[in-house]
């Protein structure tokens, strides 16, 4: 089964500093990986995912995660945080061998807050 | 935008009732995806559907059930319904929905917020 974990619920940083969120995961064979953002209200954004190739990605308002296989890993990542990034952020994974269906497991999300 | 649309954004009912959530997807979406976001149970997989037909089920209860139409719109229908049903719905959607779209992200509508009295 696949599952992805999140261990910070909240993750505080100041304005300009680089950011983080952690995401780790757990599948049988080669992961496909998500990272959404939900602003307060809003439905999830789309913000980049990993599939194959590159294991730095580029996404959306200036995110980027880097996939690491020996870590089971795939942190959200940014250089210089805005206010205006303050959201709750998931992550999510997929298993192409899970039962050959597309559905998407999230983590319970992590809640960044940016400080002025 | 997402491009996704759900109606309603709000829905007020009281136990036992039954009430239909609507979702469109995205022009040239063919899967519609249902989930379940509340605070104790964060956000669950609920159901999915390709092109008119269930491909995937997940944590939903056997009070709920979907269906998705001809013109690929969808409905989610919630029946005998508990205080511990109100949460946050949301319907998204893909490109593909089968063994050849295991890349493609899913976009989600704003989603419906369920209180339950």
């Known amino acids: 089964a696949q599952s992805v974990a999140q261990p910070e619920d909240q993750v505080n940083v100041a304005e300009g500093n680089p950011l983080t969120v952690k995401c780790t995961y757990s599948v049988s064979g080669n992961p496909y990986l998500f990272w959404y953002v939900q602003y307060p209200n809003r439905g999830l954004q789309f913000l980049l995912k990993?599939?194959?190739?590159?294991?730095l990605v580029k996404g959306s308002y200036g995110f980027e995660a880097e996939f690491n296989k020996s870590q089971t890993s795939f942190h959200l990542k940014k250089p210089s945080a805005l206010v205006s990034d303050s959201a709750l952020y998931f992550c999510?994974?997929?298993?192409?061998?899970?039962?050959?269906?597309?559905?998407?497991?999230f983590g319970k999300g992590t809640m960044l807050l940016v400080s002025p | 935008d997402s491009g996704v649309t759900q109606t309603p954004k709000h829905l007020i009912t009281a136990t036992g009732q039954r009430v239909t959530l609507r979702c469109s997807p995205r022009s040239g979406d063919l899967s519609v995806y249902w989930y379940q976001q509340s605070l104790d149970q964060g956000l669950q997989f609920l159901i999915q559907y390709y092109n008119g037909e269930e491909r995937a089920k997940g944590n939903i209860l056997e009070r709920f059930s979907a269906q998705q139409f001809p013109d690929l719109h969808s409905e989610l229908n919630l029946s005998s319904l508990e205080l511990g049903d109100s949460a946050l719905y949301f319907c998204?959607?893909?490109?593909?929905?089968?063994?050849?779209?295991?890349?493609?992200?899913?976009?989600f509508g704003p989603g419906t917020r369920l209180t339950v009295t």
């Open positions: 999510a994974v997929r298993d192409p061998l899970n039962s050959g269906y597309s559905t998407l497991t």
């Open positions: 990993y599939i194959t190739g590159d294991n």
């Open positions: 998204a959607s893909s490109v593909g929905g089968f063994l050849d779209s295991y890349s493609y992200e899913q976009y």
